[in-house]
């Protein structure tokens, strides 16, 4: 049986994790999801908290994802979740999420891993949708 305690320091742990980097609620559930493919931490086991803690302990990774493929499912995304809108909301939504993500940097010079974290948040948001 898992020890209660153990689990409350864990996920204080990765509480604490998310007040020291500034973390606002979307990229919280976006690097989490990342890291166990769940959204919230109380649906986690230790082991995926742990996995979840090492994740937001680390450094960003290098810019090692194929930036170009990324920003294009970062647009289409945007594209769906402001109701096909045009570019210019699509565009709007995107800027606004980087800022908010990336400490106020904007969509086109984000690095590799922010894209990869504003696709994960944004994939969140469309699964709440459907």
Sequence with gaps: ???PS????????????????ALDDDTYRAKL??????TTAADC???EIKKAINAFDAPSPPPEFDNKKIKSKCWAQAFELT????????????QGLAKKMTAGK???TATGGELHD?????????????
Aim: hydrophobic share 40%; charged share 25%.
């Design 106 to 108: 904007d969509f086109f």
């Design 33 to 38: 999801y990342v890291a166990t493919k769940k």
């Design 6 to 21: 153990n689990r409350r320091n864990l996920l204080a742990r990765l509480h604490v994790l998310k007040k020291e980097y």
């Design 45 to 47: 086991t230790n082991p």
């Design 83 to 94: 109701g096909g809108n045009g570019t210019i909301a699509a565009k709007n939504y995107l």
């Design 118 to 130: 504003m696709a994960a948040a944004m994939a969140i948001r469309q699964n709440k949708r459907r």
């Design 1 to 3: 049986m898992t020890n």
